[in-house]
Nanobody, 115 residues
C-alpha cells in the first residue's frame, strides 16, 4: 500500500521559513518525479515545483528564489524548504509522486503565513 505523509506545516510570520517533508512508503521512491502543489481557499490547486529522479528542479514563478525542493532517495523523502514566506503563500500544501500516468498524493499540510 502506497502512503505519502506530509509534515512540517504550521503558522509562521511573514519573512519566516518552514521546511515541509513528504515521506513515502510502499513505493520505489527513487524512480518517481516528486512535486509539491498548494491550494489556497477558493482557489485551484497549483504546482509549486517539482524534482525529477535526476534532481532536475522546476519552480513556479511565484516561488522562484524563495523555495527549494530536494529529495533523499535513501529515506524516501522529498522536502520543500520555504524561505521569505509571504501571506499569499498560505495554503494547504500537497506532495505528489508520478510516473507516467500513475500518481500518488499525500493528504496535505496547512501552511499559514500571518502576523
Amino acid at each position: 500500500q502506497v502512503q505519502l505523509v506530509e509534515s512540517g506545516g504550521g503558522l509562521v510570520q511573514p519573512g519566516g521559513s518552514l521546511r515541509l517533508s513528504c515521506a513515502a512508503s510502499g513505493i520505489t521512491f527513487s524512480i518517481y518525479v516528486a512535486a509539491w502543489y498548494r491550494q489556497a481557499p477558493g482557489k485551484q490547486r497549483e504546482l509549486v515545483g517539482s524534482i525529477t529522479r535526476d534532481r532536475i528542479t522546476n519552480y513556479a514563478d511565484s516561488v522562484k528564489g524563495r523555495f527549494t525542493i530536494s529529495r533523499n532517495n535513501a529515506e524516501n523523502t522529498v522536502y520543500l524548504q520555504m524561505n521569505s514566506l509571504k501571506p499569499e503563500d498560505t495554503a494547504v500544501y500537497y506532495c505528489k509522486l508520478s510516473l507516467g500516468r500513475v500518481e500518488y498524493w499525500g493528504q496535505g499540510t496547512q501552511v499559514t503565513v500571518s502576523s
